[in-house]
T-cell receptor
Framework: AQKITQTQPGMFVQEKEAVTLDCTYD???????LFWYKQPSSGEMIFLIY??????QNATEGRYSLNFQKARKSANLVISASQLGDSAMYFC????????????FGAGTQVVVTP | KAGVTQTPRYLIKTRGQQVTLSCSPI?????VSWYQQTPGQGLQFLFE???????NKGNFPGRFSGRQFSNSRSEMNVSTLELGDSALYLC????????????????FGEGSWLTVV
């Protein structure tokens, strides 16, 4: 069975600092995709970044980068130069082919950026 | 290009009533999935539709049902509402339901906030 684990329920980070959000996953399928989403208090889930299991390089999207360590089955999100607008819930998710492509979400990490 | 549109955004229902939520996917997306989000249970997968057929189903009672139309728009219905059904219901769309590539990222709507009193 596939599983996504986010062990940090919440964290505070100071504006302009970098923050790393942990995500570990478990699957026996060699083909999978890893995704990160941001959910502000308004409720909408916003797609941030994607990493494929066969990708050789870590994904980057602006201030977001993904630290992908395949052997350790971890896909940590790094947000550089945090901004007040980064305060939100962050979800790690995985999609694998052997579960008919069903998305699995982690429990989420609440990030609060302070001035 | 328009995003995923969910209606209504907010609604209040009484126990025992039923509710229908609507979702219009991103143009060209043929897969629509639904999620329930509550503070206690987190994000839980309800079901996924592709080409008008349910392809995946979560562990929810039969009171929760859905359907997809030929234009890929989807509706979900909850009958005999219970207090515990109060939640944010999120709809998401993607190109298809099997591919795990970046081109098959799922994109979410703003959600429908349901309160059952």
């Amino acid at each position: 069975a596939q599983k996504i684990t986010q062990t940090q329920p919440g964290m505070f980070v100071q504006e302009k600092e970098a923050v790393t959000l942990d995500c570990t996953y478990d699957t026996s399928d060699p083909s999978y995709g890893l995704f990160w989403y941001k959910q502000p208090s308004s409720g909408e889930m916003i797609f941030l970044i994607y990493q494929g299991s066969y990708d050789q390089q870590n994904a980057t999207e602006g201030r977001y980068s993904l630290n992908f360590q395949k052997a350790r089955k971890s896909a940590n999100l790094v947000i550089s130069a945090s901004q007040l607008g980064d305060s939100a819930m962050y979800f790690c998710a995985m999609r694998v082919t052997d579960s008919w492509g069903k998305f699995q979400f982690g429990a989420g990490t609440q990030v609060v950026v302070t001035p | 290009k328009a995003g995923v549109t969910q209606t209504p955004r907010y609604l209040i229902k009484t126990r025992g009533q039923q509710v229908t939520l609507s979702c219009s996917p991103i143009s060209g997306h043929r897969s629509v999935s639904w999620y329930q989000q509550t503070p206690g249970q987190g994000l839980q997968f309800l079901f996924e539709y592709f080409s008008e057929t349910q392809r995946n189903k979560g562990n929810f009672p039969g009171r929760f049902s859905g359907r997809q139309f030929s234009n890929s728009r989807s509706e979900m219905n909850v009958s005999t509402l219970e207090l515990g059904d109060s939640a944010l219901y999120l709809c998401a769309s993607s190109l298809n339901f099997l591919s795990v590539g970046s081109g098959n990222t799922i994109y979410f709507g703003e959600g429908s906030w349901l309160t059952v009193v």
